[in-house]
């Protein structure tokens, strides 16, 4: 195989002032794309505004011999979506890839949320990535070819302790992703999902310094440079990166219990079958909706 290039490719990357989006545009832009740098400059908590770390990643990617253009509108407005695929239209007249890396932190205990924390992390981390896809997909759709990456975490995955705002956001936008491959597939128009672990401003605090060191950004850019290549040919992927580590996450069903639907099924049936229900032995993957409901009805009607 060849080098994985992005030659007179035009990416738009989210939260691209710092952290793992740095890495993101650094990297593209280092194997030719052009990279539209969008970034507020906002504290963790997403409050402040400053232009300097986009414009800083732009300098950077300059210097390198690169192309690149910073931008500062919100992703949380969906008109601040639109003005970043206007910047980046008018800029470089297209775009072929999207990536959604930007995102806050408001972490507490769910009795002790404001729920304008709650709402505010899912306006940034599931809105702000279904503004920025909605805004970008009718360019990639009349050209017939776009790449988006969306991140999601393992505390979506899997839970974490006091961040339930953030969890829905991350798990939403797997769901979005599930649907949207579907749409997006015939179009060449591939969507795929990492759930990134790297020593960044987001990561402070969780990890111990030696693990901090093994997990670099550019580790994840890896294979997020990947998933945006056109040498990616799958969708709807969810892939697990960090220090070396890639992983596919995915979703199963049981095979469950089948029950005669003509019988009175009574709570009481529910318990003593409850251990069969919930074993995974033999689970089942489905990329759609129908597939789990055509497995449904194939029992009714068998």
Same mark, same amino acid.
């Given at each position: 195989m060849g080098e994985i290039r992005f030659d007179n490719k035009v990416a738009i990357i989210t939260g691209a002032g710092i952290g793992l989006g740095r890495s993101y545009a650094l990297y593209l832009a280092s194997r030719g794309a052009n990279v539209i740098v969008n970034d507020i400059g906002g504290a963790k908590d997403g409050t402040g505004h400053s232009d300097a770390p986009a414009q800083e990643v732009v300098r950077e990617i300059v210097n390198r011999g690169g192309t690149a253009i910073a931008n500062f509108d919100d992703i949380s407005s969906f008109d601040g979506a639109q003005n970043i695929v206007a910047t980046a239209v008018e800029h470089f007249g297209t775009v072929d890839?999207?990536?959604?890396?930007? $995102?806050?932190? =408001?972490?507490?205990?769910?009795?002790?949320?404001?729920? @304008?924390?709650? &709402?505010?992390?899912?306006?940034? !981390?599931?809105? /702000?990535?279904? +503004?920025?896809?909605?805004?970008?997909?009718?360019?990639?759709?009349?050209?017939? +070819? $776009? =790449?988006?990456? !969306? *991140?999601?975490?393992?505390? $979506?995955? +899997? /839970? &974490?302790? $006091? @961040? *339930?705002?953030?969890?829905?956001?991350?798990?939403?936008i797997v769901g979005f992703m599930n649907a949207l491959k579907l749409e997006g597939q015939k179009h060449n128009i591939l969507i795929n999902t990492v759930a990134p672990i790297a020593a960044t401003r987001m990561g402070e605090g969780i990890y111990p310094e030696p693990v901090l060191k093994a997990l670099k950004p550019e580790l994840v850019a890896a294979l997020v440079a990947y998933l945006a290549s056109s040498t990616c040919t799958t969708t709807g992927e969810i892939i697990s990166a960090g220090g070396g580590y890639y992983a596919k996450v995915h979703m199963v069903e049981a095979p469950g219990v089948r029950l005669d639907p003509r019988d009175d099924v009574t709570p009481e049936t529910i318990a003593e079958k409850f251990p069969d229900i919930t074993n995974m032995q033999g689970a089942t993957h489905y990329d759609s909706a129908i597939e789990e409901v055509m497995t449904m009805f194939t029992h009714l009607m068998g």
């Open positions: 890839i999207l990536i959604n890396s930007a $995102g806050i932190l =408001r972490d507490k205990s769910f009795i002790k949320m404001d729920i @304008q924390d709650f &709402n505010k992390v899912l306006q940034v !981390h599931l809105f /702000g990535t279904v +503004y920025m896809t909605k805004a970008v997909f009718p360019v990639m759709l009349e050209k017939g +070819y $776009g =790449r988006i990456v !969306h *991140t999601t975490s393992a505390a $979506g995955l +899997y /839970g &974490n302790f $006091g @961040q *339930t705002n953030y969890a829905s956001a991350k798990l939403g």
